[in-house]
Nanobody
Framework: QVQLVESGGGSVQTGESLRLSCAAP????????MAWFRQTPGNQRAFVAT???????NYHPSVKGRFTISRDAASNAIALEMTNLKPEDTAVYYC????????WGQGTQVTVSS
C-alpha cells in the first residue's frame, strides 16, 4: 500500500517562502496526478492545488500566483513551492490524489506569523 510522506513545513514570517515535498518511499507507483490539501483545527481538509498528468495545474484562488505545484519525476515526488506566505496559510499540509484515494500521511505543519 502506498504511504505518503509530506515534509518541508516550518515556522516562517509573513512574506517568506517554504517548499513542501510529497513522496511515496518504497512504492513503485508513480505520483502522476496529485494534489495538495491543507487543514486547520476544527475544519476539513481543503483543496490547495492539483497537478494533472499532462502537467496542467489548478489552484485555489487564495493561493494562485503565490503557490506552485510541480513534479520531480526523477525522485517521484510532488513539490509545493509557497511564496509570499500569509498568516492565513497556517495549516497542516497533506498530499493525495485529487480523489483522496490514498491513505493520508501525517502531513507537515506550516505556521506563518505576522
Amino acid at each position: 500500500q502506498v504511504q505518503l510522506v509530506e515534509s518541508g513545513g516550518g515556522s516562517v514570517q509573513t512574506g517568506e517562502s517554504l517548499r513542501l515535498s510529497c513522496a511515496a518511499p518504497g512504492s513503485s507507483n508513480r505520483l502522476n496526478v496529485m494534489a495538495w490539501f491543507r487543514q486547520t483545527p476544527g475544519n476539513q481538509r481543503a483543496f490547495v492545488a492539483t497537478l494533472l498528468f499532462d502537467g496542467s495545474t489548478n489552484y485555489h484562488p487564495s493561493v494562485k500566483g503565490r503557490f506552485t505545484i510541480s513534479r520531480d519525476a526523477a525522485s517521484n515526488a510532488i513539490a509545493l513551492e509557497m511564496t509570499n506566505l500569509k498568516p492565513e496559510d497556517t495549516a497542516v499540509y497533506y498530499c493525495n490524489t485529487p480523489w483522496e484515494s490514498l491513505p493520508w500521511g501525517q502531513g507537515t505543519q506550516v505556521t506563518v506569523s505576522s
